[in-house]
């Protein structure tokens, strides 16, 4: 088959279309294709028209393909001839004939090509050097330059052709066996679909097959990654994302693009949030969309909506040439001027180069001013969600995402390429419709803008749990959640019947087990050794009968009916001060059912819960995953192997849940005791379960902690839970707090953080440089003082005139820069509760002692995070209330657990009359 100019040129742009076009496919339309056929073909026309006019009437050659007629004429320009050499053929557009220097020498000739915008690519280089090489092979000359002649001011390009030819042969030979292949190549949709005649076509073919191409950001390079792993499809490939936990060194930057994870968003329907995203709009919001001709460099339309209280106002800056696009621009300046405080936001990179080409073209704002601020710092909304917040889109283009959150455009097919068109049809005729389409369309831009920015600020609000009912809308799913429960060896599963059969067969154990036992002698004597080691257990050590009940110990009901006997073999650990031994104890004794009050008499107090296992065994279970942060297997296999028990999973929960509804009373007693206290400190943390994140809170004082799982961050849990507190709460600055009506002292250490933050961010600031300097010379003040004296009121309230001395240095500056503003306002709106501490004796101003509980909790995060329920949670929670609390008041968890009391404060006391007891003997043989 022969191959044309038209294929190369399709080929080289999509080899789909190459392939249709070679099969005398017709597309469905593009107005954008449609316009761009029609401008490169009057271009064309043009520009030969004014080679011809150039060059004398017997020096022209038209519409010829003769070879021999082409060699043997004098002539200097040849138009409109099809050059041909066996299965290659080119419609040149001209050719121009430069005279030989010399009787030894033979003419040169340059193919010359048309290319009516202003930007060559090297698609266009690559067309013309196909087409110098058909006119070599025809005319069996060296052609090794060629010319292309472009734009709106008709430059030439002078192209050296020889150096492509390599690559001119390469994408012959591709578009031949393109050719000779009877199916079409793989579907793969790229950027030229949406100025392609086969658009529609195309992308509902990928939408029927589910093709990965339909990803926007998806490079060919990963597609075949994925196809090397089997994967085809993007639902095939929502399956293969699973969160990862980020090193510490990686913590700060940002997270990689998950093409795996928009995948699931699309196939689930849900919005994925990835790390913590944010978006920070300190000031009047002002949505900018700019209109240009980017092969000409110029803007020809701002577009900007204000959003003023509950309503927006939109304005449009219109330039009718490049000669007034100077005007537009001060007029833009003149309008952010008189916003107060104004924030740009845009999408996407065409508006960040445009605001810093017209900086450089037309001047910036003077320093110092609203604008020039709004211009130093511009928000791009798309730099928010990329790779963090995964819309169920195929793309993260503006007009899908809006779309999605319901937005319509009243122009179906308005798009970028569609307002090149409509802008050459206002230069062409000046119609007043064209405009209006225009302005229409540019300002639906700005609204759809701030859409998808209010939808990322509420899903923003959301990931960091300040909004809990913001997305009501939409799902919103955190992509560390996905998947918690999956691991590495994943579970085999098939629709072929057989195949799971077939793969279990080939597991290790069931081998080792089923099949080489049967040959292997080795195998068979490690078996029977491996049984009778598990087989191992304790014997019994004594057996205790208990002396029988008469009366129920409830009532005092003396027994009416014979009593039934019971015997129980107790499973203990028996503490030594050489160590902890297991213990196998048969009890006898007898139990009756009280016919008044119903009740059955008790166990002995040496069984827990009325089980087969004793206090201290369920004790040192509790131990170790509360305090040691074991897993609840691992101290079954710890149990089992050291004491010869044959405990379970089942078994370690079960002492876990028993404990907690034991100890949750002591846990309320706690807290009873904290809010009848002169300080507590507050801090909250997340926890993750399988398909959400919740919150625990934090109470703590010198010597109580507990903590309390909660469903949201609402500061209604907090209110609740320290109803009838009167002493100060020391706390980070989150805002719930503020709705407890008592005393407060914020954390000056988040303050201090934050001000470092702002001199970071702010390096040029000498303002807020000033600010925090006098802020931390007015506390290193204060620091001597607690260092010498303590936390006592009465040295510390000579500060006070230091604070209100630097807050009035504060109140005469001037010409703040927003940041600046920002923080100001901040220590204004706090001062009551930043200095709290200087009027209380006892009150630090640090909420170190919450954050400290804050990482015990963490701890036992690190070991349960994604594995655990709510209700499990909440058992964890209570019994390290109790471990806590016992290690801030110098006592002993294992110990307090293993000795059944209640309250913690009378263990203590009996603690202290214990080694109280111990010291008297000592005395008196002194």
């Known amino acids: 088959m022969t191959i044309t100019t038209d294929l190369i040129e399709a080929y080289l742009k999509c080899s789909t279309k190459c392939f249709l076009l070679s099969h005398g496919e017709v597309g469905t339309g593009n107005a954008y294709a449609d316009w761009k056929r029609t401008k490169s073909g009057s271009f064309r026309r043009e520009g030969i028209r004014r080679l011809i006019a150039a060059v004398a009437a017997d020096k022209c050659v038209t519409s010829t393909s003769a070879p021999e007629s082409l060699r043997a004429t004098q002539w200097q320009l040849a138009t409109g001839f099809e050059a041909r050499s066996q299965n290659l053929q080119c419609a040149c557009h001209a050719v121009e004939r430069i005279p030989p220097l010399g009787r030894d020498r033979a003419a040169q000739f340059i193919p010359i090509r048309y290319v009516s915008h202003n930007k060559p690519t090297r698609d266009d280089k690559l067309l013309v050097a196909f087409d110098g ?45 393109l050719l000779a292949s009877p199916t079409p190549p793989d579907l793969v949709l790229n950027r030229h679909c949406a100025e392609c005649e086969f658009k529609t076509r195309c992308r509902q073919r990928a939408i029927d097959q589910d093709d990965l191409s339909l990803l926007g950001n998806m490079t060919e390079k990963e597609r075949a990654k994925a196809n090397s792993r089997g994967i085809f499809t993007v639902t095939q490939l929502s399956y293969t994302f699973r969160p990862r936990r980020r090193p510490k060194e990686l913590k700060d930057k940002r997270e990689k693009y998950h093409h795996s994870l928009k995948a699931r968003a699309i196939r689930e329907g849900k919005i994925y949030l990835v790390g913590s995203p944010k978006l920070k709009v300190e000031g009047t919001p002002v949505y900018l969309d700019v209109e240009g001709l980017p092969d000409r460099n110029f803007y020809y339309l701002i577009g900007i909506r204000v959003r003023v209280g509950n309503s927006s106002i939109q304005q449009s800056l219109w330039a009718d040439s490049p000669a007034e696009e100077a005007r537009i621009w001060q007029q833009f300046l003149g309008k952010l001027a008189e916003v107060e405080n104004p924030v740009l936001i845009h999408y996407g990179s065409f508006e960040s180069i445009f605001l810093k080409r017209m900086c450089e073209r037309h001047g910036a704002p003077p320093a110092g001013r609203g604008a020039a601020s709004a211009l130093e710092s511009p928000i791009n909304l798309l730099s928010i969600i990329f790779g963090q917040i995964y819309f169920p889109t195929y793309s993260n283009r ?54 998808v920015t209010a939808a990322v600020a509420q899903i923003v609000e959301r990931g960091t749990g300040l909004n809990s009912e913001a997305t009501d809308r939409f799902e919103i799913v955190a992509a560390d959640n996905v998947d918690s429960k999956q691991t590495i060896w994943p579970t085999f599963s098939s629709s072929i019947e057989g195949f799971e059969t077939i793969n279990k067969a080939a597991r290790w154990d069931y081998q080792r087990d089923r099949i080489y036992i049967r040959t292997e002698e080795g195998l068979k004597r490690s078996r029977r050794e491996g049984k009778s080691l598990t087989r191992r257990s304790i014997r019994i050590s004594r057996v205790t009968v208990c002396e029988p009940l008469r009366r129920c110990p409830r009532c005092q009901r003396k027994g009416t009916q014979d009593f039934r006997k019971v015997t129980k073999c107790l499973h203990d650990l028996r503490f030594t001060r050489f160590g902890v031994h297991g213990s196998l104890v048969k009890y006898q004794f007898q139990v009756f059912r009280c016919p008044t009050c119903q009740e059955f008499t008790p166990w002995p107090t040496e069984f827990w819960d009325r089980s087969t296992y004793g206090r201290n065994l369920a004790s040192f279970a509790i131990f170790e995953i509360i305090e040691l942060c074991v897993s609840q297997r691992s101290v079954t296999q710890t149990l089992n192997r050291l004491f010869g028990f044959r405990l379970d999973e089942i078994v370690i929960r079960r002492f876990k849940t028993r404990g907690a509804e034991y100890y949750q009373e002591t846990r309320q007693n706690i807290l009873d005791k904290m809010v009848h206290r002169n300080l507590i400190h507050a801090d909250e943390t997340r926890i993750k379960l399988h398909d959400k994140t919740a919150y625990v809170w934090v109470f703590a004082t010198w010597s109580e902690v507990v903590y309390f799982y909660s469903e949201t961050r609402e500061g209604s849990f907090v209110q609740s839970a320290l109803q009838g507190f009167t002493g100060v709460l020391v706390s980070d600055f989150y805002a719930a707090y503020d709705a407890i009506s008592c005393p407060q002292q914020k954390c000056i250490l988040h303050l201090i953080r934050d001000f470092n933050d ?114 499990g949670i909440e058992e964890y929670l209570i019994l390290l209330s109790v471990c806590q609390t016992c290690k801030y008041s110098g006592l002993d968890f294992l110990d307090f657990i293993r000795s059944g009391e209640k309250d913690i404060g009378v263990f203590a006391e009996g603690q202290q009359n214990q080694r109280g007891q111990r010291r008297e003997p000592a005395n008196s043989t002194t």
């Not at 092979?137 to 001011?153: A, P, Q, S, V």
């Not at 192209?159 to 578009?175: F, G, M, N, P, Q």
Request: hydrophobic fraction near 40%; aromatic fraction near 10%.
């Open 133 to 177: 090489l058909v006119l070599s092979e025809m005319l069996d000359r060296t052609i090794d330059r060629g010319r292309i002649i472009y734009g709106d001011y008709n430059a030439t390009l002078q192209v050296k052709t020889s150096v492509l030819t390599d690559d001119v042969r390469l994408a012959i030979e591709k578009v031949g066996s």
């Open 398 to 451: 503006l007009k899908e995402i809006a779309g999605w959150l319901g937005f319509k455009w009243s122009e179906h097919e308005a798009s970028g390429l569609q307002a090149i068109i409509w802008r050459d049809g206002w230069e062409q005729t000046k119609a007043p419709l064209m405009k209006e389409k225009l302005v229409t369309y540019n300002l639906e831009d700005c609204t759809a803008l701030e859409l």
């Open 758 to 871: 702002a001199v970071l961010d702010n390096p040029y600031d000498e303002t807020i440089k000033g600010i925090a300097t006098a802020f931390g010379e007015l506390f290193r003040e204060i620091l001597k003082t607690t260092d010498r004296w303590g936390l006592k009121s009465r040295f510390l309230r000579k500060h006070r005139a230091d604070v209100a001395r630097f807050y009035r240095r504060m109140s005469k500056m001037e010409h703040l820069s927003a940041a600046a503003m920002k923080l100001k306002a901040r220590l204004d709106r706090d001062r009551d509760k930043l200095f709290t501490f200087l009027s209380y004796d006892g009150i630090p101003w640090n909420n170190n002692n919450a954050e400290h509980a804050i990482k015990a909790f963490a701890r036992l995060r690190k070991a349960i995070e994604g594995l655990s329920t709510p209700r």
